[in-house]
């Protein structure tokens, strides 16, 4: 039966070989280099199969960085599993250290803190930017001023004649 299905797959030009599947159930693909029945010839494609169809728009980390790279062509064989687990279980290792690493920081400069090593910082309750018009104040001015994502509009007229 798949002696069948592959001739039919090559005779309307359609020849890809399942290289894998990740731990997401995504499945991987190469379409081979191969000529179609006018001789033209194709080139080799890889190719990746959703594990959910209805989600069809990738994202980066949407699949392994190992299968990643082999889709984009930066590697030439797809990865074993024993190379995913293990990547897998090195990544795992390195969360745990950066947690740990991060909380022996601030347990050293709550230590600094205390003993008066280094400077509390000062929290500044600033309103505006410092360039614009109108910093610290709190009404309204006639003239249009932005502060980042604010924008206040104001009222414009134009120049006299002269």
Do not use: C
């Not at 001789?39 to 392994?64: D, H, Q, S």
């Not at 500044?124 to 910093?135: D, I």
């Amino acid at each position: 039966m798949s002696r069948i299905v592959g001739a039919l797959r090559r005779t309307f030009g359609i020849v890809r070989d399942h290289v894998g599947t990740d731990t997401l159930g995504n499945k991987y693909y190469i379409i081979p280099e191969q000529k179609t029945w006018t001789g033209r010839l194709v080139r080799a494609k890889r190719m990746v199969e959703a594990a959910n169809p209805t989600e069809f728009e990738y994202t980066e980390g949407n699949i392994p960085m190992e299968w990643d790279a082999w889709i984009r062509g930066r590697r030439k064989e797809p990865p074993s599993i024993e190379e995913l687990l293990k990547n897998e279980t090195y990544r795992e290792q390195i969360k745990v250290k950066a947690k740990e690493l991060e909380e022996r920081d601030l347990a050293l400069l709550a230590k600094e803190y205390e003993e008066g090593l280094v400077a509390t910082p000062a929290k500044t309750l600033a309103t505006g930017h410092a360039a614009s018009s109108n910093f610290g104040k709190q009404e309204i001015s006639e003239e249009p001023t932005s502060t980042a994502n604010e924008f206040q509009p104001g009222s414009w007229m134009p120049n006299p004649k002269k």
